[in-house]
């Protein structure tokens, strides 16, 4: 065989494992993608959750550790772990919470959300100046 084909045998399996080893790249880069986004998203819920469970019992009168350490198992229950708890009013918390993903070959993924939950302070709308 002379000419142009005897010059193309066996490129077609080549262009095949190049299209099939781009094709596993992305995938693998989506998924990756999906993973850090869904662990994001754990760690909001998680923040929101904890800061609404610290600011219930700081409403019924108990004190910020028991608040926190409510905060605390319901940020463990969520999947993520309470990384700093106070109290910012009478009865508001805010709560930060870290949750990580790990992957192979490349390490973790660490996402850290603060949330603040409890009665907003009363702020007038009215302007100071006076006719």
Known sequence: MTGRR???EGSG???FLVLFLAWC???ALLVTGAVVVSTRHRAA???DLAALAAAGRLAVGQSEPAACS?????ARAAGATLVACH??????SVVEVRATAQF???GSFEAKVRARAGPEPFVSKMSPKRW
């Open 6 to 8: 005897a010059r193309d």
């Open 25 to 27: 790249g992305s995938f």
């Open 13 to 15: 399996t080549v262009w």
């Open 87 to 92: 109290q910012d009013t009478a009865a508001a």
């Open 45 to 47: 819920a998680a923040a």
């Open 70 to 74: 409510q905060a605390s198992a319901v």
């Open 104 to 106: 192979p070959f490349l």
